[in-house]
């Protein structure tokens, strides 16, 4: 079956350091992955995409790679702030190919000043 | 970018009453919206496809007849709970692909949490 898999444990960090969030996908061949934000009681917010022939995107302080061999994208914020704090999400387009976005279940980030 | 609003952002409802849900797409046409429901720190479950001018997609296991979906217009689709229940308490979000539909990004709404007496 497919699967989205990313660390439920909540992740913290001290303000500064570069925070760095997995996502790992099986039974998947993902023309693009994305990443969301999501604070709380809000619905997400797009924040990068990266297609199957890139192998690193960025964009200001973040950076997402993809690795279609291991089947991971990693997402890395750079010198952290408290203000990144928030769940974010990753996600692909379902194999059908309908549009349909499948979202993994979030990871937690928690800034500590 | 793109701008999808929802309303109402917040609704308590008694057991057995049906709750309308709108989701409108501000600043373009969006052709299909999908509907998605998150639990408390889980992730978010796709319940729908709403296409205009035609039926709405389900996914397995969502009830059409309890969750029904109108696409009334390009800019406006409405998510209604019918005999709503506790166990329908929850957050539901729509949202609609970017107007060039390439990329797949999807511009979500704010977000309705319902909540079910």
């Known amino acids: 079956s497919q699967k989205i898999e990313q660390n439920s444990e909540a992740l913290n960090i001290q303000e500064g350091k570069t925070a760095t969030l997995t996502c790992n996908y099986t039974n998947y061949s993902p023309a693009y992955l994305q990443w969301y934000r999501q604070d709380p009681g809000r619905g997400p917010v797009f924040l990068l995409l990266i297609r199957e022939n890139e192998k690193e995107k960025r964009k200001e302080r973040l950076k997402v790679t993809f690795d279609t061999t291991l089947k991971q994208s990693l997402f890395h914020i750079t010198a952290s702030q408290p203000a990144d704090s928030a769940t974010y999400l990753c996600a692909l387009v379902d194999s059908s190919n309908t549009g349909k976005l499948i979202f993994g279940q979030g990871t937690t980030l928690q800034v500590k000043p | 970018g793109a701008v999808v609003s929802q309303h109402p952002s917040r609704v308590i409802c008694k057991s057995g009453t049906s709750v309308k849900i709108e989701c409108r797409s501000l600043?373009?046409?969006?052709?299909?919206m999908f509907w998605y429901r998150q639990f408390p720190k889980k992730s978010l479950m796709l319940m729908a496809t709403s296409n205009e001018g035609s039926k709405a997609t389900y996914e397995q296991g969502v009830e059409k007849d309890k969750f029904l979906i109108n696409h009334a217009s390009l800019t406006l689709s409405t998510l209604t709970v019918t005999s709503a229940h506790p166990e329908d308490s929850s957050f539901y979000i729509c949202?609609?692909?970017?107007?060039?539909?390439?990329?797949?990004?999807?511009?979500f709404g704010e977000g309705s949490r319902l909540t079910v007496l």
């Open positions: 600043d373009f046409q969006a052709t299909t």
């Open positions: 949202s609609a692909p970017d107007r060039g539909g390439g990329s797949g990004e999807l511009f």
